[in-house]
DNA sequence: AGCCAGGACTGAG
DNA sequence: CTCAGTCATGGC
């Protein structure tokens, strides 16, 4: 059979245990504030998250962290803020989708902590621009709600430690299969997934499958075929 | 010089 | 339903 067939997958807990002991605590998200860290995870859309820090802090430095003030914002204006995060008309009109949303209820946030995640999470899934990761970031990581995000990142590393129907699967199956594996508690699962993006970040990245910094490197598709021939 | 980034939508087939 | 094409800047 294949070489990977002689190399043990870690189970979902496993993987989190190896990662945290590489890179200890992360304490996400990198930023501030609900409504923030609600306009980052739009901005950071298949983007770099140092871009989106670049166009927050221009917002802010406008003082255009806020519901109502972005939302009568100059489009124009707007748009050269959030320029260096790419796709900036397509991400302009995702963010104003998503204010048309909260201004129906009075730019209140506190509806975010109080009603039913599900319920929350197929309101956020109708505005147009906004798909499953950045519901998710959004109730996780603002709100603190009990949701797991999964990225690409998370197909790709997992994909590589021999779950291969993570790669294509859909995007709810991947993240039922976490909420299962995992005990239900929202500072786990925002810390698994920050662990998952700093590792792929550093070495689980496209370009350089092969993991230096963790003892994942032996799980990694490029080394389990170099690890089976020693 | 390419290639890639913490997605999501749209239009074909 | 699956899927390539699209959006666009910045870093390596």
Redesign the pocket.
């Known amino acids: 059979m294949s070489d990977k067939s002689k190399i043990k997958i870690p189970t979902a807990a496993e993987t989190y245990d190896i990662l945290y002991s590489a890179y200890g605590t992360q304490r996400?998200?990198?930023?501030e504030g609900q409504f923030e860290i609600m306009l980052?995870?739009?901005l950071?859309?298949?983007?770099?998250?140092?871009?989106?820090?670049?166009a927050i802090a221009n917002l802010a430095a406008a003082d255009l962290l806020e519901p109502n003030a972005l939302y009568k914002a100059p489009p124009e204006d707007v748009?050269s803020m959030i320029?260096?995060?790419?796709?900036?008309?397509?991400?302009?009109k995702?963010m104003m989708n998503f204010l048309d949303y909260l201004a129906k209820y009075d730019m209140a946030l506190n509806r975010f902590q109080n009603l039913p995640v599900p319920d929350l999470r197929s309101e956020l899934?109708q505005?147009?621009?906004?798909?499953?990761?950045?519901?998710?970031?959004i109730l996780l990581?603002a709100f603190e709600r009990l949701i797991f995000?999964v990225?690409?990142?998370t197909r790709?590393l997992f994909g590589r430690l021999g779950y291969g129907w993570m790669e294509?699967a859909?995007?709810d199956d991947i993240q039922a299969y976490f909420m299962k594996e995992m005990p239900s508690d929202v500072q786990l699962y925002n810390e698994y997934?920050?662990l998952i993006?700093t590792h792929?970040?550093e070495t689980c990245?496209?370009?350089a499958p092969f993991c230096f910094a963790c003892q994942l490197s032996s799980r990694c598709a490029a080394t389990a075929k170099f690890v089976s021939q020693e």
Do not use: M
Request: aromatic share 16%; hydrophobic share 35%; proline share 7%.
């Open positions: 996400w998200w990198p930023g980052g995870a739009i950071t859309q298949n983007t770099q998250w140092h871009n989106a820090a670049l748009k320029a260096p995060v790419g796709f900036f008309n397509v991400k302009y995702r899934l505005v147009n621009g906004i798909g499953p990761e950045t519901a998710d970031s990581y995000v990225d690409a990142y790709r294509k859909p995007y997934h920050a993006v792929c970040k990245t496209k370009k």
